[in-house]
C-alpha cells in the first residue's frame, strides 16, 4: 500500500463535524518462525475452500444470487452498513454489490457507477487490462441500498467513500493482492473521494471522465467549451434545432401532453409540463456532445425544414421527454441530491436562445421533492480539489475531448507523484484508456499494471510492451454509459 506522509484529513472543514476517516493497520514487524508457520497453514486451508463461503464468512455478508459465467464466479451481495459511520449505533441497512471472481492471487478493481450497481456480470477497463477480480458497488441511497426511514443529510461523499473503506477491509482479508479503484464520471468522482478519505486503501486509482466543479457560481469554462467543441457547422446546426424546439412550443408541448397521458408521467416535482418541457430542450446540445461524435451532426435534421415530429424525435432521442417526469426523475433523487449540496452541477449561458427561454437552467432544487431538505456546502469541492492537487499519488484521470465534463476536470499540482491526466481525441463521455493516443494509452497501460502489481510480468521491457492482460470478452467489456440527468446549478 502506497504511504502518504503528512496526510490530513480535515473533516471539520468539508463536513462540519469532525469526523475520524478511518484506521489503517500498521506494517507488521517480522514475524517469528511459528508466526509464518500458521499464516502458511491459513493459507492453505483458504486455498480449499470454497470461494463463496470464504466471502459469506465476512460478517454482515449476504447472498442474494449466484449467476455464472465461464471462467469466473458472479455473485450478487448484500453488505450491512451503518446509515451513519460517525454514529453506527443508529442503525443499519443492506448496501448492495457485486463480486465477479477471478482468483484470489490476481489483483482487485473496486468499480462503482455512482449510481445502482448492475446485477450482470461486466468487467470494468482496468479489470480487463489487470486480468483480475472486480468488486462493484451500488451508491448508498439508490434503491434498494437505502436506509428507512432516510436520513438524507447522511448521504454525502464521506458517508459513502466509508462505505467504501468497510467493503475494502472486511474483502481484503480474502483479496491479499493489490487493489485499484475506478469509475466513470460521478463514479470516477467517487473513486477520487475515496482516495482522498481513505488514501491508505488502494494501491492506484483511474477515474474516467470525473468532473471537478469547483467553485459552483463560476462556470465560464463551459461557454469556452461550448463556443469551440467540434465544428461551427455542427455547433450552429444543433443550436438551430434547441432555439425551434422553443419556438415551436406550443404545438410539441400539445404532443408531450399526449406522450405522458399515454406513459403515466406525471410533473409534481419539477411543478408543471412546462418546466420539464424546457429542461428537456435546454439538455440537448449537452446531451449530444455528452453521448454522440462529431460524426454523429450528420443525422441532425435542418431546423428550418423539419417537421414538428422531426423536431420531437431528435429531442427525445438525445435529451429523453421522460427525463423530468417523476417517474424519470425518481431513479436519480440521490443524484440531484448530492449536486444540490456538495457536488455543484455546471451553468452554461446558450445565448441563441434569447429570450425564448422562461426558466432558464433550474436548480437541482426543482428536481428533489420538497420535502427533502437541501443545503449547499460549498467547501466539499474546494477541499477535494485542493487535495488531489497536494496529494494525488497513483492517480489516473482520463477525459475525452469533446465531452461537456471534462470543461472542468481535475488538475494535478506540484504535490502530485506519479498521477497522470490524459485526453482521449474526439472522444465524448465514454472516454478510456483505449481511445487515447498510443503514447499515452501505452504508458496508462503500464501504470495500471504496476499499480496493480503485475507489471513485471506484463511488461518487462517498458511501456511499449504494456497490454491488457485479459482476452477480450464482448459481453463482459460492455461500456456501459451511464444515461446520467444533466446536473443544473
Known amino acids: 500500500m502506497r504511504k502518504k506522509l503528512g496526510w490530513l484529513l480535515s473533516l471539520a472543514v468539508l463536513i462540519g463535524t469532525v469526523g475520524t476517516a478511518g484506521t489503517t493497520a500498521q506494517a507488521a514487524t517480522a514475524a517469528e518462525p511459528s508466526a509464518v508457520t500458521d499464516a502458511t497453514a491459513t493459507d492453505a486451508k483458504a486455498a480449499t475452500e470454497d470461494i463463496k463461503d470464504r466471502i459469506l464468512a465476512i460478517p454482515g455478508m449476504s447472498l442474494i444470487e449466484e449467476k455464472p459465467y465461464p471462467g469466473y464466479r458472479f455473485f450478487v451481495l448484500n453488505y450491512e452498513q451503518p446509515v451513519d459511520h460517525r454514529a453506527p449505533w443508529k442503525g443499519t441497512f443492506k448496501q448492495r454489490l457485486t463480486l465477479l471472481h477471478k482468483d484470489v492471487t490476481r489483483p ?62 472486511a474483502l ?16 470516477g468522482m467517487t473513486a477520487t473521494y475515496f482516495e482522498r478519505f481513505y488514501p491508505r486503501d488502494m494501491d492506484g486509482v483511474v477515474a474516467y471522465v470525473a468532473p471537478n466543479d469547483v467553485v459552483n457560481k463560476e462556470d465560464s469554462a463551459y461557454d469556452r467549451f461550448f463556443a469551440k467543441v467540434g465544428t461551427k457547422e455542427c455547433r450552429d446546426k444543433l443550436n438551430a434545432v434547441q432555439r425551434e424546439a422553443l419556438v415551436r412550443r ?68 438525445i435529451s429523453g421527454f421522460s427525463a423530468y417526469a417523476d417517474q424519470g426523475l425518481e431513479t436519480y433523487t440521490p443524484y440531484y441530491y448530492q449536486a444540490g449540496t456538495q457536488l455543484g452541477s455546471p451553468d452554461i449561458k446558450q445565448p441563441h436562445l434569447g429570450d425564448l427561454s422562461r426558466y432558464g437552467y433550474q436548480p437541482p432544487r426543482n428536481f428533489v421533492p420538497r420535502d427533502i431538505p437541501m443545503t449547499f456546502q460549498p467547501a466539499a469541492m474546494r477541499d477535494v480539489d485542493t487535495w488531489v492537487k497536494n496529494n494525488a499519488n497513483q492517480m489516473l484521470f482520463v477525459y475525452g475531448q469533446n465531452d461537456p ?22 472522444a465524448n463521455h465514454g472516454a478510456n484508456v483505449s481511445k487515447l493516443v498510443e503514447a499515452e494509452k501505452a504508458l496508462a497501460t503500464e501504470k495500471i499494471l504496476k499499480w496493480a502489481g503485475v507489471a513485471p510480468a506484463a511488461a518487462p521491457t517498458g511501456a511499449a510492451k504494456a497490454t491488457p492482460l485479459a482476452k477480450p470478452d464482448a459481453q463482459l467489456d460492455q461500456r456501459d454509459i451511464e444515461r446520467e440527468p444533466m446536473l443544473r446549478p
Open 108 to 169: 482487485t478493481v473496486f468499480f462503482t457507477s455512482g449510481y445502482n450497481v448492475n446485477t450482470n456480470p461486466r468487467r470494468s477497463e482496468p479489470t480487463t487490462i489487470v486480468d483480475g477480480n472486480q468488486v462493484s458497488l451500488e451508491y448508498r441511497f439508490f434503491t434498494p441500498s437505502r436506509p428507512d426511514p432516510a436520513n438524507w443529510s447522511n448521504l454525502d461523499i464521506w458517508q459513502a467513500a466509508s462505505d467504501q473503506h468497510r467493503i475494502f477491509t
Open 172 to 187: 481484503k482479508k480474502v483479496y491479499k493482492k493489490n487493489w485499484l479503484a475506478t469509475g466513470g464520471s460521478k463514479g
Open 250 to 317: 406550443e404545438p410539441l408541448e400539445a404532443k408531450y401532453a399526449v406522450a405522458a397521458a399515454e406513459n403515466g408521467w406525471t410533473f409534481t416535482t419539477v411543478g408543471n409540463l412546462d418546466k420539464a418541457y424546457e429542461a428537456v430542450v435546454l439538455d440537448y446540445v449537452w446531451a449530444f456532445w455528452q453521448y454522440s461524435l462529431l460524426a454523429d451532426c450528420a443525422t441532425i435534421p435542418a431546423a428550418a425544414t423539419a417537421t414538428d415530429q422531426e423536431i420531437w424525435d431528435t429531442i427525445d432521442a
Open 405 to 426: 465534463w471534462g470543461a472542468e476536470p481535475f488538475h494535478l499540482g506540484y504535490g502530485a507523484r506519479d498521477s497522470y491526466v490524459m485526453i482521449a481525441p474526439g
